[in-house]
């Protein structure tokens, strides 16, 4: 069971992708274990992170990567430019193949 803190603050549909993700957005250890590769595709295409439990205690968190950079942008503004600037590069073509980055290591 889930803590009324938890229960409180996150609230979301049933299952997503097939993995049984609760209506409190949780997901157990065990079934994170049995079944990342699809709780890793529910979790991306999710609004809200997306709780672990272990034996009823929440114990960790998992964001999707937009998620994520929002809380970094919100901690630190260098990060978030530098992920603009890099995302930039790519589009523009400035990216180096592995050959050209490592060479003959």
Known sequence: ???KRTFRLYTIVNS?????INKMNSI???TLRDNLSETL?????AKKPVLVSKRGKVVAG??????LEDL????????TESIRKAR???E?????????LFGEI
Request: proline share 0%; glycine share 10%; no cysteine.
């Open 1 to 3: 069971m889930l803590d």
């Open 16 to 20: 997503v992708s097939g993995v049984n």
């Open 28 to 30: 157990t250890t065990s």
């Open 41 to 45: 595709q529910a979790v991306k295409g």
């Open 62 to 67: 998992l964001l999707g990567i937009d998620q």
């Open 72 to 79: 970094m942008e919100l901690y630190d503004k260098k990060y």
């Open 88 to 90: 930039k590069e790519i």
């Open 92 to 100: 523009s073509g400035q990216v180096f193949s592995h050959d050209e």
